[in-house]
């Protein structure tokens, strides 16, 4: 691998997805124009998390080197975490397959903290295989 980063783009379901629940979202509004339900506001806002949570995905990226894998969210501060805090990778999910990592915190020294682990879920991204494959390759065991 070279020293400049790989970048992942989000799988382009997340288009369909956002386009799904913005149609939602504008039938629900065209419903409640009509007349007031409590049950349609509900669902109203239901479809415009959705939207968001849609979009937030579209809009992320994954960068990943040779020693460290880098996570963009929208609104966020870019999360990096170094290779050699890799604890984990696994591929979840049925509607929406992600990644997730285990992996364990720096410590203010700099030193990898064996005590604590954490987790980052990954957007769905495009050939997410060969993200997956190259990580599991690069966890230490």
């Known amino acids: 691998m070279t020293d400049q980063p790989i970048i992942y783009r989000p799988h ?3 288009v369909l997805y956002a386009g799904v629940s913005l149609v939602m979202a504008v039938a629900f509004v065209w419903l409640l124009r009509n007349q007031y339900e409590g049950g349609a506001v509900f669902f109203l806002l239901v479809s415009l ?3 968001l949570w849609s979009v937030g995905n579209l809009l992320s990226r994954v960068e990943v080197d040779a020693v460290s894998l880098v996570v963009r ?3 966020l501060p870019a999360r990096r975490i170094d290779i050699r805090q890799l604890a984990e990778v696994t591929e979840n999910g049925r509607f929406v397959p ?6 364990y915190p720096l410590r203010a ?3 990898v903290d064996l005590d604590d682990l954490r987790s980052q879920t990954l957007p769905a991204v495009e050939d997410q295989a060969d993200l997956l ?3 599991q390759e690069k966890t230490p065991r």
């Open 133 to 135: 494959q190259f990580l």
């Open 49 to 51: 998390g959705a939207a």
């Open 98 to 103: 992600a990644l997730v990592v285990l992996y």
């Open 109 to 111: 020294d700099g030193l």
């Open 12 to 14: 382009s379901r997340y």
């Open 73 to 75: 969210l929208p609104l």
